[in-house]
Nanobody, 119 residues
Framework: QVQLVESGGGLVQAGGSLRLSCAAS????????IGWYRQAPEKQRELVAT???????KYADTVKGRFTISSDITKTTVTLQMNSLKPEDTAVYYC?????????????WGQGTQVTVSS
């Protein structure tokens, strides 16, 4: 089992910055990919950024150049640095970890943290 706890959400003005953190515990050795998704009301949950065990990163086109994902070597602490925030970034942000053990894949989600960007 993997537990994920997010922190760092809050209210910020457009153009400002926030730093989100995700702390993973439990069977963290099984984590293959970890990152962030977000979901705004009445919208689909969407990928924001991920990082894998080889430190390869992926970003949504809408955040590329503004957000940066990073982690420690064990992927037990993951940070999302968000700069130049826009009102359309307002959403609940969820930490997500993809695990694989004996060929079985399972995903874990954090509880989410609210990010609100005012105009």
């Amino acid at each position: 089992q993997v537990q994920l706890v997010e922190s760092g959400g809050g209210l910020v003005q457009a153009g400002g910055s926030l730093r989100l953190s995700c702390a993973a515990s439990g069977s963290t050795f099984s984590i293959k990919d970890i990152g962030w998704y977000r979901q705004a009301p009445e919208k689909q949950r969407e990928l924001v950024a991920t990082i894998d065990s080889e430190d390869s990163t992926k970003y949504a086109d809408t955040v590329k150049g503004r957000f940066t994902i990073s982690s420690d070597i064990t992927k037990t602490t993951v940070t999302l640095q968000m700069n130049s925030l826009k009102p359309e970034d307002t959403a609940v942000y969820y930490c997500y970890a993809d695990t694989t053990s004996w060929g079985t894949r399972f995903g874990y989600w954090g509880q989410g943290t609210q990010v609100t960007v005012s105009s």
